[in-house]
């Protein structure tokens, strides 16, 4: 059975980093391309970051470029993201999501992990 | 970016019923659009993708349509576990990968 499990969130302060991380079972994680897509309180989904199989490639959303890094660790199975620079407008729940490579669309998402910025 | 518009924002309909939601692309995205339903405090699941190709595990009355700009997501004899949002998503352009507003489906 494919399971995603996110920790890592929590409460920050705005300017403040954290560091989101996934572990992936269940299937060949070195096989699959990775993605982290978001969700603001009442509000709808936001595709934040890719990842290659071979970590050859990352992809980053405007809203979180230069601030978000994506890596992951085949050997380890697990996905991370480590978060800088952190605003308010970035609280929201994140999700760790497989990607299927022929169609794109996203077949496996983690039960999602909340981040609130806040003072 | 592609923009993704779903039409309607929310809609109320009954046990039984069937619904239609509308996802329109901002330029042609092919069949590379897939459709999701998300329940309150759950993750979203993918229930068709390339447009019209059913998610193993998921429902017949479920079906999708469409190609080039406009898209549409039909579920037919609508069941109690049905209530939910639904978004769609597109992946011509894979970065960024972009997702409609979404649109939810209330119990009348």
């Known amino acids: 059975e494919v399971q995603l499990v996110e920790s890592g969130g929590g409460l920050v302060q705005p300017g403040g980093s954290l560091r989101l991380s996934c572990a992936a079972s269940?299937?060949?994680?070195?096989?699959?391309?990775m993605n982290w897509v978001r969700q603001a309180p009442g509000k709808g989904l936001e595709w934040i970051s890719f990842?290659?199989?071979?970590?050859?490639?990352?992809y980053y959303a405007d809203s979180v470029k230069g601030r978000f890094t994506i890596s992951r660790d085949n050997a380890q199975n697990s996905l991370s993201l480590q978060m800088n620079s952190l605003r308010a407008e970035d609280t929201a729940v994140y999700y760790c999501?497989?990607?299927?490579?022929?169609?794109?669309?996203?077949?496996?998402w983690g039960q999602g992990t909340l981040v609130t910025v806040s003072s | 970016d592609i923009q993704m518009t779903q039409s309607p924002s929310s809609l109320s309909a009954s046990v039984g019923d069937t619904v239609t939601i509308t996802c329109r692309a901002s330029?042609?995205?092919?069949?590379?659009l897939h459709w999701y339903q998300q329940k309150p405090g759950k993750a979203p699941k993918l229930l068709i993708y390339?447009?019209?190709s059913l998610q193993s595990g998921v429902p017949s009355r479920f079906s999708g349509s469409g190609s080039g700009t406009a898209f549409t997501l039909s579920i037919s004899s609508l069941q109690p576990e049905d209530f939910a949002t639904y978004y769609c998503?597109?992946?011509?352009?894979?970065?960024?990968?972009?997702f409609g507003q979404g649109t939810k489906l209330e119990l009348k």
């Open positions: 999501v497989r990607r299927i490579a022929a169609s794109g669309a996203f077949d496996y």
């Open positions: 269940g299937f060949t994680f070195s096989s699959y391309t």
């Open positions: 990842i290659s199989s071979s970590s050859s490639a990352m």
């Open positions: 330029q042609s995205i092919d069949t590379y």
């Open positions: 390339g447009a019209s």
């Open positions: 998503q597109q992946s011509f352009s894979m970065t960024p990968t972009t």
